[in-house]
């Protein structure tokens, strides 16, 4: 049985972890917002690309410069392009959702530290 004094360090600490978890879910969601917004422009380039004909003429900006590029090589960049995205999202899925399970753990853990915090306080300690 610990002390109050250990309880409350532990409380604390168990606190503390539960902000870090927070966080790094905030982190993650705004990374998976960015690459829906990037899945999102993408799909409008493919969109595109399939809309125009086979001897149409595509440049790619690199830099300051507009490089020629073929148009079948293009087409396949956005698809991988589109591929790796979709698998960064699942990721950032899988990790949002571990996250959220260890924060829900952590919050158990708070409510019961906090009932015997609670508990300590309402029973007086007796002298040996």
Not at 24 to 37: A, I, P, V
């Amino acid at each position: 049985i610990m002390g109050p004094e250990a309880l409350q360090k532990k409380f604390e600490d168990e606190v503390e972890t539960y902000k870090k978890l927070q966080k790094d879910l905030t982190k993650t969601n705004g990374l998976r917002s960015q690459l829906d917004g990037q899945l999102n422009e993408n799909k409008v380039v493919k969109e595109e690309l399939d809309l125009i004909d086979d001897s149409a003429v595509v440049y790619k900006l690199i830099g300051p410069a507009l490089i020629r590029q073929d148009l079948e090589e293009a087409r396949q960049n956005v698809n991988k392009r589109i591929d790796y995205i979709q698998q960064e999202i699942k990721r950032h899925e899988n990790s949002m959702q571990k996250l959220e399970k260890e924060a829900e753990g952590k919050r158990d853990n708070l409510n019961k530290i906090q009932q015997q915090l609670v508990l300590k306080a309402q029973v007086p300690q007796q002298k040996k």
